[in-house]
């Protein structure tokens, strides 16, 4: 049995990938700016820097001043995590705060926005740890992220979950020694073929730990 459960925010937690990806192409129609990928598979699993680096290769003081720019249009349009939450979440972090397994937190998304989404969608009592992308040295697929948030938990990899739906997070996770649930997506193709297991709905993991 599994003593720890760590899971990716965007595309498990919350269905935040589709909204991300269309405020950023609404942001680069608006300027009427054709960005370096209008595809979101493109996208999915990427750090915030690689992201850009997506949108704007090669021109990096245009990237850096577009940069700057999005983050005021990102304030002025954020997500609204309530609506983007994913609707098994609350049941499921209660089933294992009821088994006293550990819950953390590994995502490349800002520390900042980690922690909004527990506040407005009111899960931070459920969470023991949180670690964002920005904290790391190297960004996933290297396995830092889940390193550390193993650590943080005082857990063995043997003991720990991993709940993702990109292929960089299943390869992060699993380069640490994790065994991996990926959950299936929707709005876009992630290959998850490295992962231990296939679910559907996060309410699954009960029967995986």
């Given at each position: 049995?599994?003593?720890?459960?760590?899971?990716?925010?965007?595309?498990?937690?919350?269905?935040?990938?589709?909204?991300?990806?269309?405020?950023r192409m609404?942001?680069?129609?608006?300027?009427?700016?054709?960005?370096?990928?209008?595809?979101?598979?493109?996208?999915?699993?990427?750090?915030?820097?690689?992201?850009?680096?997506?949108?704007?290769?090669?021109?990096?003081?245009?990237?850096?001043?577009?940069?700057?720019?999005?983050?005021?249009?990102?304030?002025?349009?954020?997500?609204?995590?309530?609506?983007?939450l994913n609707?098994?979440?609350?049941?499921?972090?209660?089933?294992?705060?009821?088994?006293?397994?550990?819950?953390?937190?590994?995502?490349?998304?800002?520390?900042?926005?980690?922690?909004?989404?527990?506040?407005?969608?009111?899960?931070?009592?459920?969470?023991?740890?949180?670690?964002?992308?920005?904290?790391?040295?190297k960004s996933?697929?290297?396995?830092?992220?889940?390193?550390?948030?193993?650590?943080?938990?005082?857990?063995?990899?043997?003991?720990?979950?991993?709940?993702?739906?990109?292929?960089?997070?299943?390869?992060?996770?699993?380069?640490?020694?994790?065994?991996?649930?990926?959950?299936?997506?929707?709005?876009?193709?992630?290959?998850?073929?490295?992962?231990?297991?296939?679910?559907?709905?996060?309410?699954?993991?009960?029967?995986?730990?």
């Amino acid at each position: 049995m599994k003593k720890s459960v760590v899971f990716d925010m965007d595309g498990v937690l919350v269905n935040t990938e589709y909204f991300y990806f269309k405020r950023r192409m609404k942001f680069f129609n608006e300027l009427e700016i054709s960005p370096g990928s209008k595809q979101i598979d493109d996208f999915i699993g990427l750090t915030n820097s690689m992201i850009w680096e997506m949108l704007v290769p090669k021109d990096t003081k245009r990237r850096k001043t577009l940069q700057e720019k999005y983050v005021k249009y990102c304030n002025e349009h954020p997500a609204y995590f309530p609506k983007l939450l994913n609707p098994s979440v609350k049941k499921l972090f209660k089933e294992l705060k009821d088994k006293k397994i550990k819950i953390a937190i590994a995502s490349s998304s800002a520390k900042s926005e980690i922690l909004r989404m527990l506040k407005e969608c009111e899960l931070k009592t459920y969470v023991d740890f949180v670690i964002s992308g920005d904290e790391c040295k190297k960004s996933k697929p290297d396995p830092e992220i889940y390193r550390l948030a193993t650590n943080a938990l005082n857990s063995l990899s043997e003991e720990v979950l991993a709940v993702e739906d990109s292929m960089l997070g299943i390869r992060s996770a699993k380069s640490a020694g994790l065994t991996v649930a990926a959950l299936a997506q929707k709005d876009y193709y992630a290959n998850q073929t490295e992962a231990d297991y296939k679910i559907n709905d996060l309410i699954e993991i009960t029967s995986i730990i």
